[in-house]
């Protein structure tokens, strides 16, 4: 068995990964939404589910709201119940995606009114952190256009910034507004804000509060992503990432279920940027479950991230830097290599028992009885899901 240095055991103790609360409710394809036994009704029952996670894995100290999806009538209340189960708020989003006024657009809208209500509803989300405790006010557009000629694209990018401004200027010392982009869907000739090019430019113009939200299934296939991390790192804009996984498109699978490689590469320049354990860069889960249960889904996702840190915390980096000044390219990518096929997983199992937390989390939960509670004793009332 690989053990790991103590050095790497210390990084992994600080390791937080927020989850979603809306992973908890039902999810679908374009086709369907399915239910399950068991699933939240409430933004309480989805805090309920979500502390579950952490105490298995010790991973998971805070939950992201979603608005309105999460609206409650005291939001501190709400903020209390989160304590009360051992993790607190986190990041608030907005939606902007889910009214007909926002069919062609919100914050970029050519009426007025429509971008008044859009940006009234991302003030009242700042309402909501201001109760949460909450830092980040996460924006992602489902803005853009379907035909050559819809839409007049540098008047939007005018429009996206006029309204980010306002929303800016209304956080509080310690808030930030976080950008997200996705480079197509629900538009399909054009998108508001595609890439991390077009965010990176929208937020360096509002302020230092304004920083890059990363979506690891937010890219064309064959995007470098972990060129991209650098980057935003290098600049100084990396605010967040939203962890999930896709085959194809925004599949918003288990993080590291299509190319755990790839998420090995991407911690490598996590951790070779600072970020890692760095309180300006948010960590989270990004995912809806569609056909396996939920929190099992969160609990092998945040352990599938675990797993990839391990393995980017053991690079030689000494090693690999030589081989890199000395041209040797196949010795690089050895080392390279070498750490991604290290198998942490005894060790990691080992050293969660030695804090007090199960040597395999899946199977302890699965023993625990939770689920068949939960599924006895949510019957009746609106399961949360999509819209709710």
């Known amino acids: 068995m690989t053990a790991l240095p103590s050095d790497v055991l210390s990084a992994l103790e600080k390791q937080a990964i927020e989850l979603p609360s809306w992973a908890f409710g039902n999810s679908g394809t ?71 006024d926002y069919r062609l657009g919100a914050l970029t809208h050519e009426d007025e009114r429509v971008r008044r209500k859009a940006i009234d509803h991302h003030l009242a989300c700042i309402d909501v952190m201001d109760q949460t405790g909450g830092r980040d006010l996460k924006i992602w557009l489902a803005e853009g256009s379907n035909y050559p000629g819809q839409a007049d694209m540098r008047s939007r990018q005018d429009r996206l910034h006029d309204s980010l401004q306002e929303i800016y200027d209304r956080l509080g010392n310690d808030q930030r507004l976080v950008l997200e982009y996705k480079f197509f869907e629900p538009a399909f000739y054009h998108t508001d804000v595609p890439d991390w090019g077009t965010s990176y430019a929208q937020v360096v113009a509002l302020g230092e509060k304004a920083m890059v939200c990363l979506d690891t299934g937010h890219h064309a296939p064959g995007t470098n992503i972990e060129f991209i991390v650098m980057q935003l790192l290098r600049l100084g804009r990396l605010g967040s990432f939203d962890f999930n996984s896709r085959f194809y498109a925004d599949d918003d699978l288990i993080v590291g279920a299509a190319d755990p490689f790839q998420l090995f590469r991407i911690l490598v320049e996590v951790i070779r940027g600072g970020a890692l354990n760095n309180a300006d860069v948010a960590f989270m889960l990004d995912q809806c479950h569609n056909i396996e249960d939920k929190i099992p889904g969160q609990i092998r996702s945040v352990l599938n991230v675990q797993e990839m840190t391990a393995r980017a915390l053991l690079l030689d980096r000494e090693a690999l830097a030589a081989a890199q000044r ?51 004793e949510r019957v009746g009332g609106a399961q949360a899901g999509w819209g709710a």
């Open 326 to 376: 000395a041209g040797d390219v196949l010795g690089a990518n050895a080392v390279f290599m070498d750490a991604f096929a290290t198998d942490v997983r005894p060790a990691l199992a080992e050293w969660r028992q030695s804090r007090g937390l199960p040597a395999d989390p899946m199977a302890a939960y699965a023993a625990s009885g939770y689920a068949e509670r939960i599924a006895a």
């Open 30 to 100: 374009r086709f369907k939404v399915f239910g399950s036994p068991g699933t939240p009704r409430d933004p309480y029952e989805k805090i309920a589910d979500a502390a579950q996670v952490h105490a298995y894995t010790g991973l998971a100290p805070t939950v992201a709201l979603h608005i309105p999806w999460d609206t409650v009538d005291s939001f501190a209340d709400l903020r209390r119940h989160a304590e009360d189960h051992g993790v607190a708020l986190g990041t608030v989003n907005s939606n902007t995606f889910q009214d007909d």
